[in-house]
């Protein structure tokens, strides 16, 4: 078992940087113009001749109301008839994909996100999973990781009676904090019985995985009303949790321009409410995953961690990070082998190109050689924080202390400090570090120096 994670309050100040949260390598910031449907074909039908075991995500935009710190593409409107015109392009989409892949390869993962996925109707559910299961091989004996983004207003027992029923066996439930005065500054009223209501649906339904999602950072929040918060969750005993920073960055997010920013809990207040979170999950027993994430110790992600399988994509840490990633819908992202691609995150352009018959997809980049090296490392001191330079010289054919011997004054600066321990065969994050893991991952990105950190959110 890894060891826990330590608390030192003067790391984190020297190393709470802006920096990527690394779901992939390179990062969507570095997408451009140049990479189009072409080249989605291309890496389509080099998927279907290797065969590649997929991973779908769908994403489903729209939400009867707004939540002010939110910075998903989502569209709020209380008209449920626009999801209509949605789904027909969206089925087009599953259709045009579908016919550059091998109908027998198999779909290990899929995940509903948004937005509000349940926003649509249980028709309009039904019929898009008959559309994707027609058009892609899904698992039908439930060994497939399934799942679905929950809004506890937006969902009840015969709503989670049909999300098993189509075959979800996973949910994420957005909660972020229970206290009614941050509720009502973040314009998120939802009480603690509809969250317990669609939790005790979804164990009754055996759905198998419960997730719950909770935001630190958040106006009117303290640290002893967020410490309730975590006790009344850890009550509702999820299998995971993603406990994560809020990033209060109203010139790119409109809706955080409603959000008083004279409300905002101070920096030393959010390191506060950070500390006592890791301290009241430990104790009730959940393992630190990394980057946000916590686990009980016999959940997927711990146990892939412990065997030194975890990886990370789009979608998070995962036990998937071999499948080639489609991504359905507006602004959604897929990664197939080299080549990442994003559809037009603007609903009516995403829309217009497929009434057309032209997929969405609008920006991306493909990797090469020193990006494929560079997302290897990342990944594997993100998932393990544990980099052996023997592996990356055997599967990339380089000297490690050669190609990145310009990054060692860096790399060894972290050592004195006590974020990580350097020698001539690996890098470890201690303990004390693993809480700042993005940060040695920074080191290795090529291209931070050139970006604009205010588009990123702090490590903390």
């Known amino acids: 078992m890894l060891d826990a994670i330590r608390w030192d309050t003067d790391l984190i100040r020297r190393y709470d940087l802006a920096g990527p949260r690394y779901t992939s390598y390179p990062t969507a910031v570095q997408f451009d113009s140049q990479v189009g449907t072409f080249d989605l074909f291309h890496a389509l039908r080099d ?24 910075a998903c593409n989502k569209v709020i409107t209380k008209d449920r008839g626009r999801a209509l015109p949605y789904l027909q392009r969206l089925e087009q989409e599953i259709q045009l994909i579908a016919c550059h892949l091998d109908p027998t390869q198999k779909v290990e993962q899929l995940h509903f996100g948004g937005g509000t996925p349940t926003f649509l109707s249980h028709d309009e559910l039904r019929q898009l999973m008959a559309r994707l299961r027609k058009h892609f091989n899904l698992l039908d004996d439930d060994s497939g990781d ?6 506890p207003r937006e969902a009840d027992w015969s709503t989670m009676g049909l999300l098993r029923e189509l075959g979800f066996n996973r949910v994420s439930i957005g909660l972020q904090d229970l206290d009614p005065a941050v509720q009502r500054a973040v314009n998120r009223l939802q009480s603690l019985e509809e969250t317990r209501a669609v939790i005790d649906a979804a164990r009754t339904l055996q759905f198998r995985s419960i997730n719950i999602d909770l935001i630190y950072g958040l106006p009117k929040q303290t640290p002893e009303n967020f410490a309730r918060t975590v006790d009344e969750v850890i009550s509702l005993q999820p299998d995971r949790l993603s406990v994560f920073n809020y990033a209060h960055l109203p010139e790119r997010f409109m809706p955080q321009r409603r959000i008083n920013s004279n409300d905002l809990p101070a920096p030393a207040q959010k390191l506060e409410m950070l500390q006592r ?45 071999h499948c080639d990633l489609i991504g359905l819908g507006v602004s959604a992202i897929s990664q197939i082998g080299d080549l990442y691609c994003q559809n037009s ?13 032209q997929l969405a997809t609008n920006r991306g980049l493909l990797c090469n050689a020193d990006d494929r090296l560079r997302r290897a490392v990342i990944q594997q001191l993100i998932c393990h924080f544990n980099l052996e330079f023997a592996d990356i010289e055997q599967a990339f054919n380089i000297d490690f202390r050669g190609y990145f011997g310009e990054l060692w004054p860096q790399l060894r600066g972290m050592a004195e400090d006590g974020l990580i321990e350097l020698d001539n065969e690996r890098i470890t994050v201690l303990p004390a570090g693993r809480l700042l ?3 040695v991952c920074m080191v290795f990105d090529a291209y931070l120096e050139h970006s604009n950190r205010q588009r990123f959110s702090r490590v903390i």
Do not use: W
């Open 277 to 321: 979170t890791i301290e009241q999950l430990t104790a009730a027993g959940y393992r630190y995953i990394g980057m946000d994430h916590f686990a009980l110790p016999d959940d997927e992600l711990a146990i892939a961690q412990e065997e030194s399988t975890l990886q990370r994509n789009f979608q998070g840490y995962t036990t998937h990070g």
């Open 146 to 151: 399934y799942g679905i983004e929950i809004d």
């Open 47 to 70: 998927s279907r001749k290797a065969l590649r075991p997929l991973s779908l995500y769908v994403h489903v935009p729209f939400c009867a109301n707004i939540c002010y710190y939110c």
């Open 345 to 357: 995150s603007d609903l009516t352009q995403y829309q217009n190109a497929l009434a057309s018959a």
């Open 437 to 439: 893991v993005r940060s």
